[in-house]
């Protein structure tokens, strides 16, 4: 069992930038691909970006590419997410997800293929 807690989110300004944390307890965490996916108000939970178990691969959604980067660090057992040139329209609950399949190959970008859920964070982006 991986527990995932997510830190960083706030109320910003549209141009600013935030840096989001996440957290992760046990020792298995260095061979999951993690993600982060956010869920905004009345919308489905949507992929944002993954990393591989390496930090070798990643992925993005097409509508942050370019201003949000996602990277890791295992000793520290802790992912991030660095989100700049905000927008209002990235308001949501952002969370963090871990793939439990261990070291495999692919980025994944979907919602069921993630069983470990952190409890997420409310970043707020404001006109």
């Known amino acids: 069992q991986v527990q995932l807690v997510e830190s960083g989110g706030g109320l910003v300004q549209a141009g600013g930038s935030l840096r989001l944390s996440c957290a992760a307890s046990?020792?298995?965490?260095?061979?999951?691909?993690m993600g982060w996916f956010r869920q905004g108000p009345g919308k489905e939970r949507e992929f944002v970006a993954a990393?591989?178990?390496?930090?070798?691969?990643?992925n993005y959604a097409a509508s942050v590419k370019g201003r949000f980067t996602i990277s890791r660090d295992n000793a520290k057992n802790t992912v991030y997410l660095q989100m700049n040139s905000l927008k209002p329209e990235d308001t949501a609950v952002y969370y963090c997800?871990?793939?439990?399949?261990?070291?495999?190959?692919?980025?994944?970008?979907?919602?069921?293929?993630?069983?470990?859920w952190g409890q997420g964070t409310q970043v707020t982006v404001s006109s």
């Open positions: 997800a871990a793939d439990r399949r261990p070291y495999i190959g692919v980025v994944t970008t979907t919602v069921k293929a993630y069983d470990y």
């Open positions: 046990g020792r298995t965490f260095s061979s999951y691909t």
């Open positions: 990393i591989s178990w390496s930090g070798g691969s990643t």
